[in-house]
């Protein structure tokens, strides 16, 4: 196993001129050149290896320079190429990379903050204005607009000559990456670069990606799986990387990009499914591993696809484990199952009932040492391994079959984590709330209340709550109680 530093030193040579990264730019059309609008995408731009890690070195002696060694650096954008670029800087010469979702609010910000230092942010221009507030009231924190300030920092890094040590050590958190962000004690996963590479090898063994490969991704970077499955593992197999310029492109882009790896989440997934031609399915027969992870797939939708001759590998992990946990293996007949545990985890299932059915604890390389100050009774890792909070059971090959949540959580469509428990916290903030149950509805939480405001009130206070939360986590249906006056609140 090798670290990013020494990978990124070898594919330099090896595949220098390779096509790497492909994104398409705003451009102004003819006739429009004295004013930025309206503006089109163009068509996709292909950089190579060679000039992209040299921007990744150009970027990591700026931000050594500016004292960032050993510091934890956040990230909060859209994908970009040059989100990538600052992912491999930090985790490979600089520090820590602490990648959040984008649609967070300073609220959530806030929360994350609290839980450890942070030294510098980036940020994309179109988050920058959210973040006001917490900027003037953290001035011990460098914060950095994306599209103003990269370009300039590469060229800074440019003109120093100043030699460059990779961080070779495997053992040391490379990223940190937070599960929520709503409350006020967010759960902080450490994850090392042996972590992060532990599972490729048999990944490979399963679903061998190679230089001939083109990657076309969609899902945000931030997640575990995207940024494990979709970027960091470009480094290694030397596939091509093609970014979505928009989700709503998405169909068309797949038609002219072609690619062969894709990883999707059950949401885009269905909406291929209600979109699906000959055309779209000659595209996703093309593709020689499409992974499907990040929530529960529909066993129609998902035999439907393979019927069709589609290689859809449905995928199974969370962010504790550094993503995957179990895979399918192509061409397996079995299509209830949710993947096959992968060779080099060790999957137990504790206190099984007399179906087999018990949580699912998993332990390996690719396991995280546990949550960054967090020895309560949050922490979910011992002995045996890190307790999911999944329910399942395991077949004698090793097929796993899930069957539900342990704890409370809503798992939205598009993979998305919503803690029951944080949102009814937030929701008795108000000491008139005599009660709060959350619950799933149509895939978003919804709420039931036990109060003597008056529904007025009671809408005003949701709006309240619905501000500090991304729109993921936002209550979408409220339902009062009998005793209360109103009924439902749309």
């Known amino acids: 196993m090798k670290s990013i530093s020494e990978y990124l030193e070898e594919d330099y040579i090896k595949w220098a001129d390779h096509p790497y990264i492909s994104a398409k730019r705003w451009v102004i059309p003819p006739g429009n050149q004295s004013c930025p609008c309206p503006r089109e995408r163009g068509g996709f731009e ?13 970027l990591s002696k700026a931000l050594l320079a500016r004292g960032f060694a050993h510091k934890n650096i956040m990230l909060c954008s859209e994908n970009s190429p040059e989100w990538i670029l600052l992912y491999f800087a930090i985790m490979g010469y600089v520090g820590t990379c602490v990648p959040v979702d984008k649609e967070w609010t300073a609220y959530d910000l806030q929360n994350t903050l609290s839980a450890i230092p942070i030294s510098a942010v980036f940020v994309s221009r179109s988050r920058m204005q959210r973040f006001e507030s917490l900027r003037e009231s953290r001035p011990d924190i460098a914060w950095f607009c994306i599209e103003d300030t990269l370009p300039d920092l590469i060229a800074e890094g440019l003109s120093l000559s100043r030699p460059l040590t990779g961080r070779t050590d495997l053992t040391k958190t490379a990223m940190i990456l937070f599960t929520s962000g709503t409350t006020n004690v967010p759960k902080a996963i450490p994850l090392t ?112 696809f393979i019927r069709q001759g589609v290689c859809l590998l449905e995928a199974y992990g969370t962010t504790e484990t550094s993503s995957v946990i179990a895979l399918a293996v192509p061409g397996d007949p079995d299509l209830t199952a949710n993947g096959v545990v992968l060779e080099n985890l060790s999957v137990k299932i504790l206190d099984p009932d007399e179906n087999g059915v018990g949580e699912i604890v998993v332990s390996g390389k690719s396991v995280s040492r546990g949550y960054i100050n967090r020895n309560d009774r949050y922490s979910e890792f011992d002995r045996d391994g890190y307790h999911t909070g999944d329910l399942g059971y395991l077949s004698a090959d090793q097929h796993l079959y899930l069957k539900g949540r342990k704890k409370r959580m809503i798992l939205t469509a598009n993979g998305k984590n919503v ?66 006056p109103g009924g439902r609140i749309k």
């Open 46 to 58: 292909a950089r190579t290896y060679r000039e992209v890690i040299d921007d990744i070195r150009h």
């Open 193 to 304: 670069q042996e972590n992060l590479f532990a599972n490729w090898d048999t990944l490979y063994l399963r679903t061998p990606m190679t230089q001939a490969d083109i990657s076309y991704v969609f899902l945000p970077f931030h997640h575990v799986y995207t940024g494990v499955a979709n970027i960091l593992y470009t480094i290694v197999s030397g596939m091509q990387l093609f970014l979505c310029s928009d989700l709503k492109d998405m169909i068309p882009e797949l038609l002219t990009v072609r690619p062969t790896v894709v990883c999707t989440v059950p949401l885009f997934l269905y909406r291929m499914y209600e979109a699906v031609d000959e055309e779209l399915l000659s595209a996703l027969r093309h593709i020689r591993f499409l992974y499907c992870g990040g929530s529960f797939t529909e066993p129609a939708v998902k035999e439907y």
């Open 419 to 484: 803690y029951v428990d944080e949102l009814e916290d937030m929701l008795l903030e108000n000491p008139e709330i005599k009660a709060a149950v959350v619950f799933e509805e149509n895939h978003h939480p919804a709420a039931s209340l036990t109060s003597g405001l008056s529904e007025d009130e009671l809408r005003d206070y949701l709006a309240e709550i619905n501000a500090r939360l991304p729109r993921y986590k936002q209550i979408r249906r409220l339902y009062c109680k009998p005793d209360t």
